[in-house]
């Protein structure tokens, strides 16, 4: 398992109060959660490591990321929504959409196996 970029953040000192802002980012799927909102997940290189970014979107950016995502894209959602495994409940996009997102940090979360804390996207530009 990579470790986090989040997590990495957080150890490096960075503020979840700070905005962050990361360009030209590749957006190549869109997963549901549980609740009413997109998430979706990248890798990014610091220094030789490899680490898994997550990206969280709530009411307002997902309406913004879907402002950018191909035609169509809304109605794979709604059918999507209907699944019951988290592989149905994602939709690639092909090609990827390219954005500069404005994130801050989200509460780091632990579990037995993980550190994690996804990036909280405020703004898609």
Known sequence: MQPDYGAFLYSQGHSSSVDIFLYDVPIDHISLTDVPSLTTMMSQHVD????????????????????????????????????????????DLEPPIRVTLRVRLGPLQRSSTEMFA???????I
């Open 118 to 124: 996804p990036l909280i996207v405020l703004q898609i």
């Open 48 to 91: 030789g490591v490899e680490y898994t970014v997550s990206f969280d979107f709530d009411e307002n950016t997902d309406a913004e990321l879907l402002a950018h995502a191909p035609e169509g894209t809304m109605e794979r959602l709604e059918r999507a929504a209907q699944s019951t495994t988290m592989d149905g409940r994602t939709v």
